[in-house]
């Protein structure tokens, strides 16, 4: 395991759902790695490490939980550039949102979005879910090695 | 004839190798007889000589003794030295020959004893005269003992030489007997054997002859059967050429047939068409008739019907202008007659419509054209016209053409109408449908920001109170705990109608798309998802032949699932569950059946049955939200199909669904 903090990088405009999230990651101690952005333009700051984020963190996330419904920028857009940038063409990105439409999850997978969750109602099941998630990737899944900066 | 010569033959041949065989036998026989009497001769012979010998023998003894009696001379004793061993020497002889004969034996043996008798007095005398003298000699010789023993001697061989004389006589004669005995055998046979030759050879002969006789015939035969062989072939040949002949005659005969034939097609063609001519000229007749009855009748008709007619001639005079037409413009008929259809018509049109006018000239009618006639007083009417060319009888030019009307303004007024009004049409069309469209739209975008915003708080709200659970539950009392409990449970509840409601407004909006697929695959399928329901349960389902169905596969197979799920749930609480999928054909759509032995429901409430969450029975009884069945009757309606169900309570339910076949 590596010595460097494996960050999970939350973007959801809802606090709500983002404190659920979190209270659910830590459960499996993961709650101190989460950075937090709401929206896709704070996304995309943070990995940039520029405006709201300037100097701020290492940049890299070992897996990014990417709502889709945001104002600014939403999912989508955001996967998009993500995917187009050789540095973060890797980096796992899970949809965690509450939309089934098959537009959204054949738009999502044709950018090369590793894994998509639907947001389910059943708090326990999300609860589950999250945990599953953040358990997988953040600590056993071996992120890509580290370009940037 | 043949086969019994053949046996005679061998038979004789048998015969006569016999008697020869037995001739030879004889012959044989008989020579072997010669030899024997010879043999037996030469033996008595021999005993004759023999025993004549001794005999003579004697005697010289007996004179060399007498000779040395008288002389003393030593040399007569030779002789008797000399003799005395060869008589019994030829005694011996004498005895071997007669080895097989005791009683001459037996004389020779007295022979031999005389002899040696003879000889010891031959001896004795030698003796006493060598010793003393003479007349002891002649003394002793007085005796005549020795002369007794020559006798003796004599008589013995006499005898002996008679018994064999006889014997040999004896045998002789027997041999002569039995020579003559197979002479004269040898000589029958040979007279047998010569007659039995000459028969062999006769039938021998006749055979031979017979023989030859068939050669010549099987030859005459051969020779017959070339003949008629040959004449065969030539019979045949004989033929063929008649065959060939016939055919040819055949043919010819066809022929003539067939001209024969035409020839009486040509007739009957020839007959009936005379008889066409007849009718024709009947015809005529009639026709004749017939046309002055039509003129006079077209007169009328022309006149008084209510289409208006004009005449003119090939110099456009009118010649005709009926009431009808007289009505239309406001002029008579002897206002017009003679001058231009050109007067009918308002003067912006004038040009165009006498240019119609005079395409009539050529062909025999005109195709529907619409030409305007003015009427005096100014207005104006349209009429759709068709005309025809009234051709002189011999038909090559016209005499007059004549025009009918038919009064169409007020048909082009409603045409014009009607044009306009589909145009609007069509424009609202278009307008509704791209309301429609947007309305469609607008829908979608209202389902999808439902699912998310709608979820969104029900999320919180759960998860919140999951959270407080957990945080708080020290502080918690059961009542406490219970409605949060509630309130968690509740909002799920919330998240299944939302969801329910999504797919039901997405059932009506998506497309149908069409295709014919086969129904027991489908209802495999389905099956198949609800094994998890299944085990456990004593549940029986019974899948018929289904027929293919015709129609959106996914949606048909959520009604399936819908269905059957139903089935499933509502007689889950009866011991053995029996279900059973049917389908037939039936009046062009094809109509499924999905029964079940299970709750049931009150028919009085039937029209609730496909309601949008309508329920038939309590929540706590079966779970659901009542969204299955109204999902069901919405495809299929979509596909023009109808849904109902017949049921008793308690007694199961069978439900059913059709969809037009197409």
């Known amino acids: ?149 | 004839m043949q086969i019994s010569i053949r046996q005679k033959l061998i038979f004789m041949s048998f015969i006569v190798l016999a008697g020869n065989g037995f001739i030879g036998y004889a012959v044989y026989k008989s020579n072997q007889k010669l030899f024997e009497s010879e043999q037996w001769v030469n033996h008595t012979e021999q005993a004759i000589s023999q025993s004549s010998e001794i005999q003579s023998l004697g005697k010289e003894i007996e004179s060399a003794s007498r000779g040395f009696i008288i002389t003393n001379d030593s040399t007569f004793l030779e002789p008797i030295i000399v003799s005395h061993k060869v008589v019994f020497a030829s005694i011996s002889q004498l005895r071997q020959l007669f080895h097989d004969r005791p009683l001459q034996v037996k004389r020779v043996d007295s022979i031999s004893f005389y002899m040696q008798k003879r000889l010891d007095f031959s001896l004795q005398q030698v003796e006493l005269r060598s010793k003393h003298g003479l007349a002891a000699a002649i003394a002793f010789t007085s005796t005549n003992i020795g002369k007794h023993y020559s006798d003796r001697i004599r008589q013995i061989t006499n005898v002996i030489q008679n018994e064999e004389l006889a014997m040999l006589e004896q045998r002789k004669q027997t041999n002569e007997l039995s020579i003559v005995t197979f002479n004269r055998f040898s000589v029958v046979m040979f007279l047998l054997m010569t007659m039995f030759t000459v028969f062999l050879l006769i039938i021998t002969g006749k055979y031979l002859l017979q023989n030859k006789e068939k050669e010549e015939r099987a030859s005459e035969l051969v020779i017959a059967n070339k003949e008629l062989a040959f004449q065969n072939e030539e019979k045949e040949k004989r033929a063929a050429e008649l065959i060939i002949a016939n055919q040819e005659l055949i043919f010819q005969n066809c022929v003539k047939e067939d001209k024969a034939s035409a020839l009486i097609i040509a007739n009957r063609e020839l007959a009936f068409q005379n008889k066409e001519k007849e009718k024709r000229a009947a015809e005529l007749i009639t026709i004749n008739e017939s046309r002055r009855e039509m003129n006079a009748y077209l007169e009328n008709l022309i006149n008084y019907t209510n289409a208006p007619i004009i005449v003119w001639n090939p110099q456009y005079e009118i010649t005709r202008f009926n009431k009808a037409f007289e009505i239309i413009t406001g002029r008579a008929e002897r206002e017009v007659l003679g001058k231009s259809p050109a007067i009918l018509f308002p003067p912006s049109q004038k040009d165009k419509s006498m240019e119609l006018i005079r395409e009539t000239q050529t062909g025999a009618c005109m195709e529907v054209v619409e030409i305007s006639i003015l009427h005096i007083d100014g207005s104006v009417r349209l009429l759709q016209w068709n005309s025809a060319n009234i051709t002189s009888s011999d038909g090559n030019s016209a005499v007059a053409t004549i025009a009918q009307g038919h009064d169409i303004t007020l048909r082009k007024h409603a045409e014009a109408e009607i044009k306009k009004l589909n145009e609007t049409l069509e424009r609202k069309v278009i307008e509704r449908t791209e309301q429609l469209e947007s309305a469609n739209k607008e829908l979608e975008a209202f389902s999808y920001s439902v699912s998310h915003d709608l979820r969104a708080p029900l999320r919180h709200i759960g998860g919140f109170v999951d959270l407080l659970i957990k945080s708080n539950s020290a502080q918690l009392d059961e009542t406490g705990l219970r409605y949060l409990n509630i309130i968690s449970e509740s909002t799920l509840d919330m998240g299944k109608l939302i969801d329910a409601l999504l797919t039901f407004s997405r059932l009506g909006r998506t497309e149908l798309l069409r295709t014919n697929f086969n129904s027991g695959s489908t209802v495999t399928r389905v099956l198949k998802t609800f094994k998890d329901e299944l085990a456990g349960r004593n549940i029986e389902i019974n899948v018929s032949q289904l027929p293919d169905a015709k129609g959106d596969e996914s949606l048909i197979t959520q009604v399936w699932i819908n269905l059957i799920s139903n089935a499933i749930k509502y007689s889950k609480y009866k011991e053995k569950a029996v279900i059973d999928i049917s389908g037939k054909i039936e009046n062009g759509e094809t109509i499924f059946q999905v029964k079940d032995n299970g709750a049931g429901f009150d028919v009085k409430y039937a029209d609730k049955l496909f309601g949008v969450f309508q329920r038939l029975h309590k929540a706590k009884d079966f779970e659901g939200i009542g969204i299955g069945l109204a999902n069901v009757n919405r495809i299929v309606m979509r596909h023009g199909g109808k849904c109902w169900a017949e049921s008793e309570v308690d007694n199961g339910a069978s439900f059913y669904f059709s969809i037009p076949n197409k």
Do not use: C
Request: no cysteine; charged share 20%; proline share 6%.
């Open chain 1, 1 to 149: 395991m590596n010595a460097v903090v494996k960050t999970i990088l939350i973007v959801d405009d809802s606090p709500k759902d983002v404190e659920l999230t979190i209270a659910a990651l830590s459960e499996k101690n993961l709650a101190n790695n989460v950075v937090v952005a709401e929206d896709g333009v704070e996304a995309l700051d943070y990995l940039y490490k520029r405006g709201k984020f300037a100097g701020f963190g290492n940049g890299n996330p070992a897996v990014i939980l990417l709502d889709i419904k945001m104002p600014r920028m939403n999912g989508i857009e955001v996967l998009k550039h993500i995917r187009s940038n050789p540095e973060f063409k890797f980096t796992p990105v899970i949809m965690v949102t509450s939309s089934a439409e098959e537009k959204d999850l054949i738009e999502s997978y044709n950018l090369g979005v590793n894994s998509y969750v639907v947001k389910p109602v059943d708090i326990v099941q999300f609860i589950d879910a999250i945990k599953v998630l953040g358990q997988y990737w953040a600590v056993i899944n071996q992120p890509p090695p580290f370009h940037g900066k």
